[in-house]
C-alpha cells in the first residue's frame, strides 16, 4: 500500500503540525486588531500585524459543506472510497478543511454538528478529522 | 484602453487529440499558424505571453524552441484564466511601448500523458495530505453548498453539460458526436458528490494561439480586427478554505471591471465563452458575470436558456464539457469568442454578433480575468 501523501512542511507550516501530533487543532488570533485566521500565517489578514496568537480551538463546530469521493484522489487511499471532505465552521469563527468520519455518506449533511478528532496517518503526520457530536451515525 | 488595441489573428491545433506533437511542439504549431492568420511573421512577434501546467519557465522553453528573442514576456500563471490575464497585460504592455505584436500561446497533452502528468503544481499542506481530488472535490463543495443555499438540484447541473454537448453538435471539431440526456448525466459514475463524471471537463490535449498588436497596425493586417473593448482581474484563494464565499467569486469584481472600460451591461453581450470546467463552476458564473440573478443559474439553464436557440449564446464550440479542455481551456475561450466575432462560426454563428465576452476562471474559482471584445460596430 502506497504512503499517504506527506506535505513538505516549512517555517510556521510545521508549527501546526506539531501540535496537531500534540492533539491540539489550532487557529490563529491577532492581538491587534482580534481578527481569526485558521492555518499559522507570519502576518494578519486583515491587519498585516505580526502579533499573532496561536491557541488551541474547542474542535467544536458545524458542516459548512461536504462531498463524498467514491475515487480515491490519491493511491493510498484506494481502500477507503467512500470518504468524505468537510469545510468545518468552528465556534471560533475560522473555516477548516478535512475530513469527516463515523457518518455513512448517506447522512452526511450541511449543518450537522461536528468535533474534532486526530488520525496518525504515518509516523510524522497527525490529521485533524472531524466526528459528529454525541458519537457515530450507524451506516443503515 | 477601451479600443486600443485588437486582436489579428488567432488558432487551435489538435484540440483532441496531439498528432505527434509535444507541449511546445503544439505551442509553436499554433504560433506559427496564428501568426500566418495576422499576416506577420514569427520574427515579428517581439512579446511573449504563456502559462503552462508542464514547464516551469514555459516562455524560455518557447523562445528556446521557436528562435524566438521577446523584448517583453509575462507568464503570468492564475490557472485557466491565465490567458484572459494575458490579453489585458498584453494590451497595457502594448500601450506602454514595451512591444507592438504580441503573442500569446498555449499547449498541453493532458490527454496523451494520461496518468503520467507531473504538474509543476505545488502541494497544499493543509488540503492534499487528506487525499481528495483537486479540483474536483473543491467544485463539489462548492455544488453541495450552492444546493444548499438555492435550491440548485443535479438535474439542473446536468443541464449545463446536456447544452454544451447541443452546442458541441454544431461543432465539426468537437469529439464526442451525439447528444448527451440529463440521465445519462446522472447515470455517470459519482467521483465527488454531487459531482458525476460527465459534470466535469473533457481531457484532451491542445494548442492555440492568438496575436494581438495596437489598432492603427491592425488596420494595416488582413484580418477584420477584433478589439479589445474591456478587461478585469481579481482573485482571492488558493486553497478551497480560503474561498470567503463558496457560492460568490471575484468574477463579480472583474467583470464590473470590464463592463465598465467597455461601457456595456450583460443584456448588450451577443455571445458569451464562460470557462466550464464543471458545470457547477459554469452555473456559479454565470450568475457572477450578471447573466442571471445570483440563486437563480439552476432554473436558467433548466429552461434551455443556455442551449442553441436560447437567450444566451454560450460556449458556442461546446466548450470544456464538450469541445476541448487541455489542462487549461483560457485561450480557447478568447478563440471561439474571436471566431465569432469575425463570423467565421460556420453552422454555430451567432447572427450579427459585435460584442463577445470571455470570462477566465483558474483552479477552485480562486482567479478571474474577464476580457470583452468587439467589432469595428461596437466601437
Known sequence: ?140 | MRGEVAVVGISEIDPFESRGRSPVGLMAEASRLAVADAGLRLSDIDGLFTASSVYYTPSLTFAEYTGLNPRYSDSTVVGGSSFEAHVGHAAAAIRSGLCDYALVTYGSTQRSDRGKLVSQAEWLPYEQPYGMIHPISPMALIAHRHMHEFGTTSEQLAEVAVSARKWALRNPQAPYRVPLTVDQVLASPMISSPLHKLDCCLVTDGGAALVLCATDRARDLPRPPVYVLGFGESADHRNISGMPDLTTTRAVDSAQRAYRMAGLTPADIDTANVYDAFTISLLVLLEDLGFVAKGEGGPFVASGAIAPGGSLALNTNGGGLSYCHPGMLGLFLLTEAVRQLRGDAGERQVTAATTALAHGMGLTLGAHATVILGTERAL
Not at chain 1, 501530533?21 to 505580526?50: F, H, K, M, N
Request: one cysteine or more; a neutral charge.
Open chain 1, 1 to 140: 500500500m502506497t504512503q499517504r501523501p506527506t506535505p513538505v512542511l516549512r517555517g510556521e507550516e510545521r508549527a501546526y503540525f506539531d501540535r496537531a501530533r500534540e492533539r491540539e487543532l489550532v487557529y490563529q488570533r491577532c492581538r491587534t486588531c482580534d481578527a481569526t485566521q485558521w492555518y499559522p500565517r507570519v502576518v494578519c489578514i486583515r491587519c498585516s500585524g505580526t502579533d499573532l496568537e496561536l491557541t488551541a480551538a474547542s474542535g467544536n463546530g458545524t458542516i459548512h459543506s461536504f462531498t463524498t469521493l467514491y475515487r480515491a484522489g490519491h493511491p493510498s487511499r484506494a481502500a477507503d472510497v467512500p470518504y468524505t471532505m468537510v469545510l468545518v465552521d468552528l465556534v471560533e469563527g475560522v473555516r477548516v478543511f478535512g475530513e469527516l468520519v463515523d457518518v455513512p455518506p448517506a447522512a452526511a449533511r450541511i449543518g450537522l454538528p461536528v468535533e474534532v478528532g486526530f488520525q496518525d496517518v504515518t509516523d510524522d503526520l497527525t490529521l485533524p478529522v472531524f466526528r459528529p457530536k454525541g458519537g457515530a451515525i450507524d451506516a443503515r
